[in-house]
Nanobody, 121 residues
């Protein structure tokens, strides 16, 4: 049973910081590309950041320079350090895990239930 459990969401003021965690089980963690996605009300889910099994990262332009994704294979956990938060960052943040065979497609993998991040102005 694949399980991805996010934690660390909450309410912060603009300019503040927050750190999210995603603990994974039921997968070969080190073989998965892990990612953070978010979905704001009335908007589609979008990529925030992803990290490959060897540590290569990609970030959405909107968070580049402010957010940092990392992974700890020994703990089967990924993190998202969010600094300089803006009200536009308000969304439910979801963890994703997918094992890439040819092309990256997060929908071929698993999703967590999400954690709410709210940034007040």
């Amino acid at each position: 049973q694949v399980q991805l459990v996010e934690s660390g969401g909450g309410l912060v003021q603009a300019g503040g910081s927050l750190s999210l965690s995603c603990a994974a089980s039921g997968i070969i963690f080190s073989a998965n590309v892990m990612g953070w996605y978010r979905q704001a009300p009335k908007k589609q889910r979008e990529l925030v950041a992803r990290i490959t099994s060897v540590g290569s990262t990609n970030y959405a332009d909107s968070v580049k320079g402010r957010f940092t994704i990392s992974r700890d294979n020994a703990k089967n956990t990924i993190y998202l350090q969010m600094n300089g938060l803006k009200p536009a960052d308000t969304a439910v943040y979801y963890c994703n895990a997918v094992r890439v065979k040819v092309a990256y497609d997060p929908n071929l993998g698993s999703w967590g239930q999400g954690t709410q991040v709210t940034v007040s102005s």
